[in-house]
Structure formats: structure tokens, C-alpha cells
């Protein structure tokens, strides 16, 4: 591992210089305990909270009347529902990555960044969740889905990848939920010991659970870590590719193909690290937290975006590729479909949204500046949901037969309910920031120098 | 009214490395029953204080093969005993199709194990500890580093151990009262 703090080939450093152990630790706690809450937050937060509403509005008038008040129809039965479950479980998958595969990969940069990206995940499964729930007609009767005894001498069927995907989504989010709280737990401690109003004291106290931070339960603590991102690491993998099951194993042109696992997971992480930056680039700059999260940071994550991006347009390339090549005249017609049928401006919208403009990030100058960044992140957002809007309804909407097409078009409950979850996940984020350290602080303080003399001793 | 007893003997140091080699003398020194408590992990200290191996690993590992042979097990029963279905007379027990449900059992109860089982071994949730009742301890978790020496070690002694923390040169040394 390089010494994180030395600035090498020009590039930003890690961390500021000019931090210890006590400053660290005063600057991230000071933001959840004594720094007062700004004008800014209430009104983001407010904001969130009323689009939270519009949510449950639409929520409770889609209980009222059935699906029907979407746009979803015979052909078209997925709709924005699995666009929005695939969009969102995606965007959280950068965190797991982040977490987890770069600690493996002893990325020490991660540092500053993960426990944000693992909250960032936690709110994305939940808005994921939200939306196969809502489309399966009878929402109470969901528990269906798992095995559990019961009186109608039924059980699931577990060839089905929808159950497969029952099963990724649930352990999903469970894991991402320990992990980030198994992260926090130190930190938590540190905000109980810091914390001078008594009510902070006992949450704190009770969520901290006694961590005393003895050398014993450091050692046991870090094999836990290390071993829950080992398990976490083909998790992360192991859930888009379930969910890109979910189309290819249908035999619907555009779906039964085999490179959907690759290139969901490679899409979800474009996606995820797109929204990482979305939430960092402001965060940093409202929180003054420049110094932790720095230049390099923007930097790699853009990098990584750069990466994932090209070959999410591999996959695009061998998927025109094999409609073609494979001579199948439905597939054939998949793809001329897709060039020149009635949704062909959102196809073409798509190709410059995630391969063309992106590429932009080959030029330094958009990789480090943050307002560039922030727009070319929000650019590769829109791109992926569009790819997920076109991988459902294009080719759903004509398959075999003429005479069972059919067109489909968003209703205002549609949107409702898209821009709601957009809404929960940012109340959620703006609440995370406020009562939660967003930075962990005990892995920054392993970035200094002081704490890596150890090592070199 | 009883003088408290003592838990043990507290002394606090400024850097990592200071607790380090201070950690290593006492354990060399025939100290035991001594423990540190640092701001954030450091590896080579639970080497010093004598602390090598831990049971997480067993436990993860435990953890891992229920949930792949349950997730398996439960699958298999179901469709081959319990709810058998003929499609097209393709066999009941059509493994491959179970291979993605028995692999996220397998990291969803390794996964609780490991958190599980870490702070079972930490015996955490604990709210209470003899060491919080030193007031400097709160540093422990920002920037200070405390070593103790519990006093139910056999070299215990009150003045002589007192003594031999003092040749460490630590920031200040406190009782632990039980």
C-alpha cells in the first residue's frame, strides 16, 4: 500500500495535510453534534420530505385501485416498475463495491468514502424493494414469496429467477445493513463519548453497544470485516446477474441473451459510482470536508465510471452484434426495432447519454472539476435508466406475433411514484448525514502517518 | 463504607507506536492479563499483548455451510418430496435451477455469523465496563491509547506494578476501580 498522504505523480492526495488523530476526529463528529442544523439542510430535507408525501399519495391511491392507474398493459406488462427496481438496485451496488472489493483490493482511498456509499446502498435496495412489491397487485400477500409452512400445501418454486431473485434482493440488503452498521460501530462510540447532550449520550451509548475498542476486539472485529467483505464481494456480483436472470432467461427477443450478467453488473456499477459523485461533489463542498474527500477521490471514482462505461458499450456493441448474427428474424427485428421503431429517439437519447458523452472523461480536466463531474454523473444516471426503460418496454412491446403488439406509455402515477422513491432516498440520505458520521472516522484515522508507523516499526 | 476494588491498573500513551513497544515490554516483562485500547485497529498490538488467534473464522466458516446446505436441503425436499411438479418430465430434482438461492444461503448465514458471532465473542452488547469509570478513558475513542494490566494477573501488585508502568513513561497512569 502507498503512503496515502504523499502526493505522487501530481495527483491529489487522500487526505489534507495537517490532520491528527484529535482533529479527525473532532471535524467529522462536530458535523452530527455541535454544528447547528443549517438553513440549506431543512430546506433539502424539506423538500425530500413533501416529494416523501407525493410517495405515499400515490402509494395509497395505487392500493385503492389496483395497478390499473399505471401504464402497464398486455404486452407491456413490467413498465417503470422493473425499470425503476433495476435503475435503483444497480445505483446501489457501487457501494458494496466500494466497501468491499476495494478494501480486498487494499484501496486505501475507500476510506473516505465508503460509509456514505454504503448508506447510499441501504436507501437504493429499500427504493429497489419498494417496487416489485407495489407491482404485484395483491402487495399484502408478499410473504408468499418465501418457503414457510402453510395451510395451502403450496411452496415457492425455486426454479423460477423471479424467486432467485427474492432470495439475491433480501440477502442483499441484509448484508449491505450489517456491514454498514458493523462499520459504524466504532464510530458510534466515538459520537457517544463525545457527545455532551444526554439524550445523544444514551442513542449513541445504546447503538455503540459498549465498544471499548480493546486490542482483542479490534483483531476479531477486522477478521469480521475482512470476512464479511470476502462474502459481500461475490454478493455484490452475484445480485445483478440474478436480476439480469430475471430477463435472460425469458426467451423474449432483447432478454435471452447470455452476456446480460456481465453487462448488468458492469452497468450497475457505471450507475452506482455515477451516483456516489452525484451525492459527493455536494456533500464535500457543503460539509467542507474537502480535505477527506479530495481530488482523488473524484478522480478514481470517474476512472472506475470511464471503465465500467466502455464496457457497458461492449455489451451494447455484442448485443446488436448477436441480434444480428444469429440470423433469429425476431431478434433481427429486435434491433432494427430499437434503430428505427416508435421508441428509437429514447434508444438514441440512450447511446449518447452512456457511450458518447462520458467519454468526455478521457480529458483530466472533466475528471477533477467538480461541476463537470457532477453533470456527467447525472448524464450516466439518466443514460442507465434509459438502458433499463429500453431493455423492458422495447422489447416487450412487439415480440412474436403482430397482432399481440401493443404500445406503452407512463402515467402520471407512474412518474409519481419514480420521482417519489427519487424523494425517499434523498430524505433518507439528507437524515443519514445529519444524525450519522457520513466519513468514518476510525478508518481515516488509519490513513495518517502516525498510525502507519506501526507498520513500518 | 468499603474501599472499591481495583480492576486494574490504566496507563496512557500518545501514539501508536508508544503502546506498541509498551504493550510488547509488559507482555515480555510476565504481565498476562493485560489488554489496550486504541482509537482504531491496530494490527501488531494484539500480537503484543499475546492475543493471536480468534474464533471468527470457525465461526464464519459454520455459519457458511448451514446456510448452503440448508438453502440446498430445503430446496431438494421441496421439490422432490414435499411439492414435486412434472414439467415436461424433466427431473424433480433439478439441481442447477437451485444453485442461485443455495449460494445467497450460504453468504446471507455466513454473513450473520460473522457479525453475530464477532460480537458474541467481544461479549458485546455490554453498556457497562470497569475501564469507562476512568474519566481520561473517553480519549480511547479519538486520539489516546491505553494500556491496563488487569489486576487479577498473578504478578499483580499494586506499588510494584505501579512502578514498572512508570519505566514505560506513559501521559498518565489511573486505578481501574471494579
Redesign the interface.
Known sequence: MDDPTQVETGRAPVIGPGYTFGTITDKISSIVLTRPTSTGWLIGFGISFLIVMVLLYAIGYLFLRGVGIWGVNIPVGWGFAIVNFVWWIGIGHAGTLISAILLLLRQSWRNSINRFAEAMTLFAVACAGLFPLLHLGRPWLFYWLFPYPNSMNYWPQFRSPLVWDVFAVSTYFTISLVFWFIGLIPDLATLRDRAQNRIAQIVYGMLAMGWRGSARHWHRYETAYLLLAGLATPLVLSVHTVVSFDFAIGIVPGWHTTIFPPYFVAGAIYSGFAMVLVLAIPIRKFYGVEDFITERHLENSAMVMLATGLIVAYGYVMEGFMNWYSGNVYENYNLWNRLHGPYAPWYYALLFCNIVLPQVLWIRKFRTQPLWLFLVSLDVLLGMWLERFIIVVVSLHRDFLNSSWGMYYPTRWDWAIFIGTIGMFAAAMFLFIRILPMISIFELRTLLPEAEEVKSE | MKRARIYGLMAEFD???EI?KA?RVTYEAGYKKI????????????E??G?HK????LV?LVG?LLGCSGGFL??WW??TI??P?N?GGRPFN?WP??I??T???T??F???A??F???A??G??????P??NVPR???????RFFLIIFSSDPNYNAVRTRAFLETLAPRSISEVPD
Open positions: 501514539t501508536p507506536v506498541v504493550a489488554d489496550a485500547y486504541t482509537p482504531f485497529p491496530i494490527e501488531e498490538l494484539a503484543a499483548i492475543f480468534n474464533g471468527v473464522p464464519v457458511g430445503l430446496q421441496i421439490a414435499s411439492y411438479i414439467v433439478s435451477a437451485f442461485p438461492v449460494f445467497e444461503m453468504i446471507l455466513a454473513g450473520l460473522a457479525v458471532g464477532m460480537l465473542l467481544n458485546l452488547p455490554m453498556p457497562h465496563h475501564v469507562f478513558f473517553a480519549f480511547a475513542s479519538k486520539d
